[in-house]
């Protein structure tokens, strides 16, 4: 079963447009993963917010977290060729499992 | 430093036939993990091993899949007989422990297909 649920689907972007993403998710959390995964390799990790954050930033992402609202978006800004994947939110629970969303399949055009 | 290891990256087998896979986690990580990741979906969790202990294996389907970590560093996963529905990427992960804030790092997957 999974937790999460990326919104949208599938997204098209300009080359230098931003991206964003959302996730929501269904029980409390401890705290939430972003992965991004590029296709035929492994997932990577690329930023983690905890239950009593807000809003966290590294380089170009930024991600926010309401948890009245069980949800979390990434942003990705000035986008490139080589942000194209999928990405996913991972949300960890007090039973230390890390479970992941359906995830976000990013295309950005030269 | 060496990230997580897993062998074989492609595997295409006949239905029915066994299948293992393998895995080296990163040096020290106490926590590893199996996901099985579907086309298009997300990575679900078959068994957590918090050393070599087999602390979380509720989705594992334990009539065809097994799993083993002795001395609590590398892992194999088996399945025998494999079906069709098996086809799919079987992930394997590390962390430091299985507690909240730690990353999880990935390993590149090993790609099954059953014929």
């Known amino acids: 079963s999974q937790q999460g649920e990326e919104d949208p689907q599938a997204l098209s972007i300009q080359e230098g447009e931003n991206a964003t993403m959302n996730c929501s998710y269904k029980?409390?959390?401890?705290?939430l993963q972003w992965y991004r995964q590029n296709s035929g390799r492994g997932l990577v990790h690329l930023i983690l917010?905890?239950?009593?954050?807000r809003e966290k930033h590294s380089g170009r992402l930024r991600v926010t977290l309401d948890t009245s609202k069980k949800s979390s978006s990434l942003l990705i800004t000035a986008s490139r060729a080589a942000d194209t994947a999928s990405y996913f939110c991972?949300?960890?629970?007090?039973?230390?499992?890390?479970?992941f969303g359906t995830g976000t399949r990013l295309k950005v055009l030269a | 430093e060496a990230g997580v290891v897993q062998s074989p990256r492609y595997k295409i087998i006949e239905k029915k036939q066994p299948v293992a896979f393998w895995c080296n986690p990163i040096?020290?990580?106490?926590?590893l993990y199996w996901y099985l990741q579907n086309l298009g979906q997300g990575p679900e969790l078959l068994i957590r091993?918090?050393?070599?202990?087999?602390?979380?294996d509720s989705q594992l389907p334990k009539d065809r899949f097994s799993a083993e970590r002795l001395k609590g560093v590398d892992s194999t996963l088996k399945i025998q007989p494999a079906e069709l529905g098996d086809s799919a990427v079987y992930l394997c992960?590390?962390?430091?422990?299985?507690?909240?804030?730690?990353?999880?790092?990935f390993g590149e997957g090993s790609w099954l297909t059953v014929v």
């Open positions: 029980t409390s959390i401890n705290n």
């Open positions: 991972a949300t960890h629970s007090g039973t230390y499992k890390y479970i």
């Open positions: 917010i905890r239950s009593n954050e």
């Open positions: 091993y918090e050393n070599e202990e087999a602390v979380d």
């Open positions: 992960a590390s962390s430091l422990r299985g507690s909240s804030g730690n990353t999880i790092y």
């Open positions: 040096s020290g990580h106490n926590t």
